[in-house]
């Protein structure tokens, strides 16, 4: 409970000293949809690609045996190859990128990142962002039933005053 209210608190704050960076959320739009990436799954799916192109590549190697029935066979196989090559390439530059970026995710949050997977830093901080809007959120309506509170207290002064001048008339 002390630390729900201390959250409070360091919203105010914020909200008081620099109340853009309570929308700090809407940079990571993404966010929801990266936390459902499996790292390891991408791993094994890339395995599995690169895996299947060497196949492709050794029945390319088996065909020479095939003489000229296979001809084109052969040609469309290589012009595959090719283009598969390239897009595998792409794809490996793409997961290693990922992968750094998901270590350097964990470092700036000050984890290890064999330790704390990237799965784990991306649920973490989602369930950091929900926490946060909701007490901010909270922190809104609080301010507002403060205000109303305030608004009646000056109305209920008002009149008081308002009957004692009427009684003081009499």
């Known amino acids: 409970m002390c630390n729900l209210k201390m959250g409070f608190l360091v919203l105010q704050v914020l909200a008081s000293k620099s109340p853009g960076l309570l929308d700090f959320h809407e940079d990571l739009v993404s966010l929801e949809a990266a936390s459902k990436i499996q790292l390891k799954s991408l791993a094994e799916e890339m395995q599995a690609i690169m895996k ?3 196949k492709v590549k050794q029945e390319l190697n088996a065909s020479e045996n095939d003489g000229p029935v296979s001809d084109i ?15 595998v390439g792409s794809v490996t530059n793409l997961y290693s990128v990922v ?20 799965e784990q830093v991306t649920v973490t901080l989602l369930n950091f962002i929900r926490l946060f809007r909701k007490a901010h959120e909270e922190n809104c309506k ?4 403060e205000r109303k509170k305030a608004q009646k207290e000056v109305e209920m002064e008002k009149a008081k005053g308002i009957n004692l001048t009427k009684k003081g008339v009499k």
């Open 73 to 87: 066979f052969r040609k469309t196989l290589k012009e595959f190859i090719g283009v598969a090559e390239g897009q």
């Open 99 to 118: 992968g750094r970026n998901a270590d350097a995710l964990a470092l700036y949050f000050g984890e290890d990142p064999v330790r704390c997977p990237f």
């Open 142 to 145: 609080q301010a507002e039933l």
């Open 52 to 54: 299947g192109l060497e």
